[in-house]
């Protein structure tokens, strides 16, 4: 049973050291999303479904697309064709494929072996997660709310293109 | 729930930490540099969840939750950014931009 948390662990430490060696950052990115997948387990096995949601949620899903549209952004021009084709050979999903692979196995052990692991103490409900939230953390809520919302037009006004010359 | 000791949960939380230093330290793109630096956060949300789940209590989840507001904005402003040096210098090599004279 405790088995799972150290494969899961064993691949998440194997994918992050991959990301940090690899050369595509397309490669980098596959291999982030399967160790941030490998972490959303983790979190999953230690009791703490809702931030396991929130990972896969926002973290695999919503940041990692922001990266790799800015790789689409930055890959411009006719060499990004050949690179294309490069991207469909097998040597750039197999290794994904193989860590993500186990993680599956894993999930469905964990779902189908251990039933009892959803209602049982120790495991922090997002019920409770969330009368905390709004509760006595109601000005980390707010704060966290701000900063989205001066990240995103910070974002915006950077990535506006500008004008050519001001008019003045 | 499983009962993973509390050492262990932190020893992974260190690993992938010091594995994101090593790879802001180490590369010179700034693609790389901004990838690890979603490692190190993620570690860090993962040394909550750790101690959260340690004492049984929310805590740890809302504290994540704040650092992956904290992440989206900087990944955000940071991908921007670095679309902005690309259009100016034409490089995301960190060290052929390191004069910034404006």
């Keep these: 049973m405790e088995i799972t948390f150290y494969i899961a662990a064993f691949v998440a430490i194997i994918s992050t050291a991959m990301v940090i060696t690899q050369l595509n950052p397309v490669h980098a990115l596959l291999y982030l999303i399967v160790s941030l997948l490998s972490v959303a387990l983790i979190f999953f096995l230690l009791g703490a479904p809702f931030a396991a949601a929130l990972e896969v949620l926002i973290y695999a899903g919503a940041i990692m697309v922001l990266f790799v549209f800015v790789v689409m952004m930055l890959n411009l021009g006719e060499k990004s064709i050949v690179q294309e084709n490069r991207w469909l050979t097998p040597n750039m999903w197999i290794g994904p494929g193989i860590l993500s692979f186990i993680l599956l196995i894993e999930l469905i052990y964990v779902l189908e072996k251990e039933n009892s692991l959803l209602s049982s103490a120790g495991m922090v409900e997002p019920q409770q997660v969330g009368r905390a939230l709004f509760g006595p953390y109601l000005l980390a809520a707010e704060l966290a709310a701000m900063l989205l919302l001066a990240g995103l037009v910070g974002a915006y006004h950077l990535g506006r293109r500008e004008q050519e010359e001001d008019p003045e | ?102």
Excluded at chain 2, 68 to 91: Q, S
């Design chain 2, 1 to 102: 729930m499983i009962s993973i000791p509390l050492e262990h949960g932190l020893y992974l939380a260190a690993a992938l930490f010091l594995l994101g230093l090593m790879g802001i330290l180490g590369r010179r793109n700034l693609i790389f540099m901004l990838m690890s630096l979603e490692i190190m956060l993620n570690a860090t949300g993962l040394a909550f969840i750790v101690a959260g789940a340690r004492w049984g209590e929310a805590e740890g989840q809302i504290f994540f939750m704040l650092i992956l507001t904290l992440a989206a904005a900087e990944v955000a402003i940071g991908l921007a950014l670095i679309l902005l040096i690309y259009r100016h210098f034409g490089t995301l090599d960190a060290d052929r931009i390191s004069e910034m004279r404006g």
